[in-house]
C-alpha cells in the first residue's frame, strides 16, 4: 500500500466531481426513461457542470474544465432557447461519453497522473 496522498484541495475535487458525475448519470438515466428532460432536470445538469467547470478550472485541470463548459453551454441553451425538439439520444449519448471523459481524466488524477486527454 502506498504512503503517497493527495493535497487536501485535491481530495475534495475529485470527492465532490464524482458526488455530481453520480447525479448527473442520475438524471440522464431517469430522462432517457420518459425520453424528455424536465426543466428541473436542465437547470440540474446546467448546475452539476457549472460547478466541474469552475472547481476544474481552479484546479488546472483545464481539459475537464473545458468539456464542462461545453456541456453547460449546451443545457443554457436548452434551458434559454426551450427548442421544439431535440434529438434525444443523441443528446444524453453525448453527455454520458462527456461524464466518461471526466471520470477518466479523475483515474488519472487518482493515479498521481496528469489529466491531458483532449475534450
Known sequence: MSNMSHEPM???FIFETE???E???QI???SEKIQEFASQDINEIFRIMHTIKGSSAMMLYNNISTLAH?????FFFLRESKP???QFSNLTDLVLKGADFIQTELAKI???QTPD???
Do not use: C, G, H, V
Open 10 to 12: 485535491t481530495e475534495m
Open 19 to 21: 458526488q455530481l458525475l
Open 23 to 25: 447525479q448527473l448519470e
Open 28 to 30: 440522464i438515466l431517469a
Open 70 to 74: 461545453f456541456i453547460e453551454d449546451l
Open 84 to 86: 421544439a425538439s431535440i
Open 110 to 112: 487518482k493515479a498521481f
Open 117 to 119: 486527454a483532449d475534450p
